[in-house]
């Protein structure tokens, strides 16, 4: 099988497949630029096998390279575009790529980069010099049918997300292409008519699985957009496009909802709101369904099992698994404990590259055992309460930090963009909880009697010894919240007010 050409079987050749600002392709033409980009990678010198570094915007030719990767046999490589060549280097030198495919607009930096590694990889682009100039390469190509690879065989990788420290090699399986629509059709009802936009970008799991595979798979059209997303942003693309299925993440949830974008997407067409990368504040839920008339679908996946594994659809939070996932926990443990859980899904990673420690701990017999920790309830249903590391026993008590932001997020209503919170030690060498907060511009008063309050009504045992008031949270590159950076925002607001 080849996932790539798997992604292409189904949709009608009229049929609009991907649409990027005035642009758009149908799925005939789109198979067809697949085969010619695949028989330029091939003239480029590309084996099976062979490392591609996709290093560039959303775009469509963004997918015709990258799709062209694995139609070739290749395996492909999404990369952040807003990586700065600092960054990029460590991982072009750990991933061992063979190409580097971007825009003009980078390609000198690109290159000169590239000569600093050895074996230095080969810049693909479009501008003239010392790149492989990919127009003449695509010009000259002839259409090559699908390289024909064991499910087993490496299709893509992709980067976990960076919020708790080192970003890893995630490398998934040409099976990936079966069935990522599985969540989309089995729980949204999604179908080739459907139109999905997608805020996050393609490097990231999130996108790249739930939008453009699930939508390709399914015949749909599917929504890119080069400019980084911002409620005024969504709002003008929604208007323009008109989508019917639309994925983001809480904190532009968030910021939809206080800027007013939120009421100006109701009646526009959209049929699901889907919020994944982190857990949704119930506030943000309840004001999102009061503004639009529809609750969003909360969705949960990772990097290692590319598309969402587990979903909850009303107010309770609680998670259930996604058609074709399987769930299974830890039976020693008391069902009051939180504890990791194992899941199995057709697209679920075979493992990390040069990871061995993690290999070992997240991965085994064909199941995957994320670091976030969930309380498993009577009915089947999971409550999500964060990673290990947010799980604190305060005064001998159990506490998640997502216990503490979501009693907060809730209090502080409209007048609070975003609220985190994070295990410390008191100078005693007691475990403690700091939080920390952003208020929406102008409700500054409003959000700090609110928070203050809610502290108050805590038990407590889950009530921060200290509360920052930021003015801003640090975020990944996929917008959510890097929450192994939470720590020096605490030291940073602490010595800022001289306290020892």
Request: glycine share 10%; with cysteine.
């Amino acid at each position: 099988m080849n996932a790539a050409e798997c992604l292409l079987s189904v949709g009608a050749d009229a049929a609009v497949a991907l649409e990027c600002a005035d642009q758009r392709i149908g799925y005939g033409k789109l198979r067809d630029a697949v085969r010619r980009a695949a028989g330029a990678w091939r003239a480029l010198g590309l084996a099976p096998g062979t490392r591609v570094v996709i290093f560039a915007p959303d775009s469509i030719d963004w997918v015709i390279a990258y799709l062209g990767v694995i139609w070739a046999g290749g395996v492909a490589i999404a990369v952040n575009p807003r990586l700065g060549l600092s960054d990029l280097g460590p991982i072009l030198t750990d991933s061992e790529v063979r190409y580097i495919w971007c825009e003009a607009d980078v390609a000198i930096g690109v290159s000169i980069l590239a000569t600093t590694l050895s074996p230095a990889p080969a810049v693909v682009s479009t501008a003239a010099g010392e790149c492989l100039d990919w127009a003449a390469a695509l010009q000259a190509a002839t259409s090559v049918e699908a390289s024909a690879r064991q499910e087993d065989d490496p299709a893509l990788w992709i980067g976990t997300s960076g919020t708790t420290g080192i970003p890893k090699g995630v490398i998934h399986a040409q099976r990936v292409g079966l069935e990522p629509h599985s969540f989309a059709q089995g729980v949204l009802g999604a179908t080739g008519a459907d139109r999905l936009y997608s805020t996050s970008k393609l490097f990231f799991a999130y996108a790249l699985a739930n939008s453009l595979f699930a939508g390709l798979r399914l015949g749909a059209t599917v929504i890119l957009d080069r400019e980084r997303p911002n409620p005024e942003r969504v709002q003008a693309m929604v208007a323009r496009h008109r989508p019917t299925i639309l994925f983001t993440v809480p904190t532009l949830y968030s910021k939809m909802l206080h800027e007013g974008a939120a009421s100006a997407l109701a009646g526009c067409g959209i049929r699901h709101f889907v919020s994944a990368g982190e857990a949704m504040p119930n506030g943000v839920r309840s004001g999102w369904a009061a503004a639009t008339g529809k609750s969003p679908v909360s969705g949960y996946g990772t990097s290692e099992t590319l598309c969402l594994v587990l979903y909850g659809d009303d107010e309770s939070g609680l998670l259930r698994p996604t058609p074709l996932t399987s769930v299974r926990y830890a039976e020693e443990t008391a069902a009051e404990i939180p504890q990791r859980i194992w899941v199995r899904n057709p697209t679920l990673a075979q493992g990390y590259w040069r990871r061995p420690e993690a290999q070992a701990d997240g991965f085994r017999d064909g199941w995957f055992s994320p670091g976030d920790m969930f309380l498993c309830r009577s009915d089947g249903r999971l409550e999500f309460t964060g990673r290990k590391d947010d799980l604190l026993k305060v005064s001998g008590q159990w506490v998640s930090t997502l216990w503490v932001e979501q009693a907060l997020a809730e209090a502080g209503g409209d007048a609070v963009e975003q609220v985190a919170a994070v295990g410390v030690s008191t100078p005693d060498g007691l475990t403690t909880i700091a939080a920390m907060a952003v208020a929406v511009p102008g409700h500054e008063d409003q959000a700090r009697r609110r928070v203050d309050a809610a502290i108050e009504r805590l038990p407590k045992y889950r009530r921060p010894c200290w509360l920052h008031w930021v003015s801003e949270l640090p975020l990944t590159a996929t917008g959510k919240l890097q929450r192994s950076r939470l720590r020096d925002v605490h030291e940073s607001a602490v010595s800022a007010k001289g306290i020892p």
